[in-house]
């Protein structure tokens, strides 16, 4: 190699670590890739040396677990800007429950200008990530590109898995791990290892699984409305109180009011959310779904015929559905949400012999479901909006999920539950400010609230894909 172009390679090297710096390939695999990829001039335009699961955490600053809240912006010049909702911290300390994350390129821009960075990991809104990352002078980037950037997935036998994107990449070792010889990473298996690792515990990498077909990127639990709604009261130390209604439910061994309470403590009991319903008895307020009256009520036997018909014992049917009533918005941690101010609960009539089952467990859940509707959560699998519910999956587990479980597991809230309630509801109250008039007002309904009629109640959202449970028919051969 001649002088000079010593000196033009030279320089070229000095180029590449420069932007390894700046988007955090730091010391090593990718900042070797894309020196060899360079020298060598035949390889693919993302090329990598694998790191150790060992090694990829120790450089990060942050290991986050978190969600994509919407389509990238360009506040950045040359790069991405995505919103994360974050749900748990493996590695680092934050502050808050949301990051800006900064990925070089601006692929797919809408004014069909764009900037593409190999090797830059690319998300998508509502999808589950789990995120290596690098502190960039105050800034997040993923460490080491899409090697450091792993999706939630599952695989065609409802296997939730933790996979990179590594479509065009070229690997310039083997032996590290198995990762593109059709192994993936078992996403309760490897969350786990992080969680020791976060301790200095070193365990046996125990979480690869072999891959089964195409994976799909699967969004688990969803909010309700757009914007987003929540209740505001839990954050200045006030609760919600939920009250059943006076006729109860016959033939229920608690009536319908121990389901209801049983169904309040569920929400209650996460200690990482700021939830605070209470039980505020029976009430004989009550009214249509579609008229606020200023009390948050739960009940029976659809009295309104809110739900149109009635459930049948032989067919199935709609079990019970949910409305919130929200007015203005306000922000959290710089995402706007609609204030709810009112909730209500409505139990078909029909359906005692379906909910009776397993001494009133089955109601306990449908109640817990609703209410959950009315804390702001949405379905985690099975209706029109989001993916099949399938058997062994988190969001098949979930409470949330659109069809009832009835196999008496009862108020039992699920892990992809208490992620959604994290998310709307952090524990420390996170930053909440101002966004439209209205926002300084109580919630009607609530302790410290007006219960008159000063507040405009706005929008009443019904929770139209409503709980439903259908019977299995038999099928002679």
């Not at 309630?421 to 101002?434: A, E, F, K, Q």
Request: charged letters at 20%; aromatic letters at 8%; glycine letters at 14%.
């Amino acid at each position: 190699m001649n002088l000079h172009a010593r000196s033009w390679l030279i320089a070229r090297l000095r180029h590449l670590s420069a932007l390894g710096k700046r988007y955090g390939l730091r010391h090593g695999a990718s900042l070797a890739a894309l020196s060899t990829a360079f020298v060598a001039g035949s390889v693919s335009a993302f090329s990598y040396v694998p790191l150790t699961d060992s090694a990829l955490f120790d450089r990060s600053d942050f290991v986050v677990d978190g969600r994509i809240e919407a389509p990238p912006s360009r506040a950045v010049a040359g790069a991405s800007v995505y919103s994360v909702a974050v749900d748990e911290v493996f590695r680092g300390a934050l502050y808050g429950q949301q990051i800006q994350l900064i990925v070089p390129g601006t692929p797919g821009s809408s004014d069909g200008a764009g900037v593409v960075v190999s090797g830059a990991p690319q998300f998508t809104a509502g999808e589950r990530v789990l995120l290596f990352l690098h502190d960039q002078g105050g800034r997040f980037v993923v460490q080491d590109l899409a090697l450091g950037a792993f999706h939630q997935r599952v695989d065609a036998t409802g296997q939730d898995l933790l996979a990179r994107d590594l479509n065009g990449a070229q690997r310039l070792a083997v032996g590290v791990d198995p990762e593109g010889e059709g192994w993936v990473r078992d996403a309760q298996g490897f969350r786990a290892w992080l969680r020791d690792r976060a301790q200095g515990i070193d365990t046996v990498a125990a979480y690869w699984r072999r891959a089964n077909t195409a994976l799909t990127v699967t969004p688990k639990y969803t909010l309700e409305g757009s914007p987003p709604v929540r209740w505001f009261d839990f954050d200045s130390g006030r609760s919600v109180v939920v009250y059943a209604d006076h006729s109860g439910l016959l033939g229920l061994l608690g009536g319908g009011y121990a389901e209801v309470k049983d169904a309040i403590a569920a929400w209650n009991a996460d200690p990482l959310s700021n939830v605070r319903l209470s039980y505020g008895g029976v009430t004989s307020a009550r009214s249509p779904l579609m008229t606020a009256d200023g009390v948050n009520t739960v009940m029976f036997n659809d009295p309104y015929d809110d739900i149109p018909g009635g459930y049948s014992c032989r067919l199935g049917g709609v079990v019970a559905t949910a409305a919130y009533h929200y007015t203005g918005t306000q922000k959290l941690n710089g995402t706007t949400f609609g204030r709810i101010t009112e909730t209500d609960v409505v139990v078909q009539d029909g359906v005692l012999c379906l909910l009776s089952l397993y001494l009133g467990a089955n109601a306990a859940e449908a109640i817990t479901h609703e209410i959950g509707h009315g804390l702001g959560l949405g379905h985690s699998c099975g209706d029109d909006n989001t993916p099949t519910c399938i058997v062994g999956t988190i969001a098949d587990a979930a409470i949330m999920r659109a069809s009832l479980h009835a196999d008496g597991r009862g108020a039992a809230v699920g892990s992809d539950d208490l992620a959604g309630l994290r998310r709307l509801y952090p524990v420390d109250g996170g930053t909440v400010s101002v966004d439209a008039p209205g926002g300084g007002a109580p919630a009607i309904g609530s302790d410290g609230g007006s219960g008159g009629g000063s507040i405009d109640l706005g929008v009443l959202l019904l929770s139209c894909a409503a709980l439903i449970f259908r019977r299995r028919r038999a099928v002679r051969s």
